[in-house]
C-alpha cells in the first residue's frame, strides 16, 4: 500500500515538472542553429540566405512566416539583407510628416517609403525619387563634403545621412543639403529654395552676416568674414537684405562666367562682389558690383581705396537696391556705371 502512495506522489512531480517545461526557453545564441528549409529556426531566431538562424531582436519586420524573416533573407526580423551582411536600420525622420502614402514612391524629406530598413530615400539627378542603401557609413554632417556612387539613374546613392541630398551644384564641390517642403523643415533660418529636380527641394545656405561689397567679398581677401576657405564668398540677395557665405555656382546656361553684365538668375551665378539685380526693370537679371551706400553709419564711403563703394565713378554711383516687399536694402546699392 505504502509502494503505491510513493510510486503516486512520484507520477504527479513527474506531471508537474513536464508541465513546466512546456515554459523553458533555452538561450538560442545567433549563428549556432541551421535551417536547412529557409523558414523555421527556434523562437527568438529567423533565417538568414546562408541558412542559419540569426537573432530577430530589435528589428523591424518586412517578411511573413510569422513575423519571422521569409525564405531568401527578404529584409525579414533576421536583421540582415538578402545578400547575408548586416546592415542597420536608417530609420524614418522623427516626427516628420511623410507624404508618401499611396503614392508609390518614397517621401526622401522623412525618409519613409522604401521597402528594406537599411535603405534611405533620395532623390537622382534626373528627378527621380530612389531607394538605395548609403554609402559607406553616412559620416556627412549637414553641408559636410560628400561623395555619390552611380550619378544618375535609380542606382543613384550618396553617403549623406537620411533626409540629405549629396549634390554638386557649386566650386565648393559635393555637398550634403537638407530635403525640404518649406522653410520651415530647414535649419538655423535657411529657405527651402535650392531645387533638387522632379518637384523636389532642399534648404539653402543659412544667412550669415558678411561683407559683400566688390574687393572685400572673396573669401581670398580675407575680409569677407566667412569661414570654409579660399572659395567661400560673401553673397548679397538680390531679393532680400540679407547676405550669405557660399561658393560661386557652377553656370550651366553658357551665357558668360559671371562677370558684371552677365545673365544670372541668383547672385551666387556671379562672381564675388557681384548682386544678381533687375537694374532695367525689364525682368531680367544681370551681376552688377556692390557697394556701401552713403549714410548707412558705415565707413567714409568717400576714401574709394578702402574698398567701400568700389563703383568707378565714385561714391554718387551707388544705387539703392529696391526690394521685392517695396522697401530698399538700407546698407548696400549697386553700381550702375
Request: hydrophobic residues 25%; contains cysteine.
Amino acid at each position: 500500500m505504502r509502494s503505491a502512495q510513493v510510486l503516486a506522489v512520484r507520477v504527479l512531480l513527474l506531471g508537474a515538472l513536464l508541465a513546466s517545461a512546456g515554459c523553458f526557453r533555452p538561450k538560442n545564441l545567433s549563428g549556432g542553429f541551421s535551417c536547412p528549409d529557409g523558414v523555421h529556426c527556434p523562437d527568438g531566431l529567423s533565417c538568414n540566405a546562408n541558412q542559419i538562424c540569426v537573432s530577430d531582436a530589435g528589428v523591424v519586420s518586412t517578411g511573413g512566416n510569422g513575423g519571422k524573416g521569409g525564405a531568401g533573407g527578404k529584409g525579414g526580423t533576421g536583421g540582415v539583407d538578402a545578400g547575408g551582411v548586416d546592415r542597420p536600420c536608417t530609420g524614418a525622420i522623427a516626427s516628420c510628416p511623410s507624404t508618401d502614402a499611396g503614392t508609390g514612391k518614397c517621401d526622401p524629406v522623412c525618409n519613409t517609403g522604401c521597402g528594406e530598413c537599411y535603405q534611405k530615400c533620395s532623390v537622382n539627378t534626373n528627378g527621380q525619387p530612389t531607394c538605395n542603401e548609403p554609402m559607406g557609413p553616412r559620416s556627412p554632417g549637414l553641408l559636410g563634403a560628400c561623395d555619390q556612387t552611380s550619378p544618375s539613374g535609380l542606382a543613384q546613392t550618396d553617403d549623406c545621412q537620411p533626409g540629405q541630398l549629396c549634390a554638386n551644384t557649386n566650386t565648393c564641390g559635393a555637398r550634403c543639403y537638407q530635403f525640404c517642403r518649406t522653410s520651415s523643415d530647414c535649419s538655423n533660418g535657411a529657405t527651402c529654395s535650392r531645387d533638387a529636380g522632379g518637384g523636389y527641394a532642399v534648404c539653402d545656405v543659412p544667412s550669415v552676416a558678411c561683407d559683400p561689397v566688390a574687393g572685400a567679398a572673396s573669401g581670398a581677401s580675407g575680409n569677407a568674414g566667412c569661414t570654409g576657405g579660399a572659395l567661400v564668398n560673401c553673397y548679397l540677395s538680390g531679393t532680400s537684405a540679407s547676405t550669405l557665405c557660399d561658393c560661386q555656382n557652377i553656370r550651366t546656361n553658357g551665357t558668360g562666367n559671371g562677370t558684371k553684365g552677365d545673365f544670372c538668375s541668383r547672385s551666387r551665378d556671379c562672381f564675388a562682389g557681384l548682386v544678381c539685380y533687375d537694374a532695367l526693370g525689364n525682368n531680367t537679371k544681370q551681376c552688377w558690383p556692390v557697394c556701401r551706400l552713403p549714410g548707412d553709419g558705415g565707413v567714409d564711403i568717400t576714401n574709394v581705396g578702402a574698398g567701400e563703394s568700389k563703383c568707378t565713378t565714385g561714391p554718387g554711383a551707388c544705387n539703392p537696391i529696391r526690394l521685392p516687399d517695396g522697401s530698399t536694402n538700407p546698407t548696400f546699392g549697386f553700381c550702375n556705371d
